[in-house]
């Protein structure tokens, strides 16, 4: 788990701002990208529903593979 210093530093996936505290963040479970739900069209009652959850990146690989 990240301390609150290095989830302060790290860069949505999407749009590349970083972390803040009153924001909903995502985390792919197949890379080390963070999104803010808002930049995947995740929410977080969607996010309860996920199991595992694949970034946009991570999909296109698996379907360009």
Known sequence: MESEEEQE?????????????NEFWIACDFCPLWYHGKC???TTTM????????????????TKA
Do not use: S
């Not at 530093?9 to 505290?21: D, N, S």
């Not at 996010?47 to 698996?62: N, S, T, V």
């Open 47 to 62: 996010a309860d529903e996920i199991d595992k959850y694949e970034c946009p990146l991570c999909a296109l690989k698996r």
């Open 9 to 21: 530093e790290t860069p949505c996936g999407r749009c590349g701002e970083v972390y803040q505290k």
């Open 40 to 42: 995947v069209n995740v």
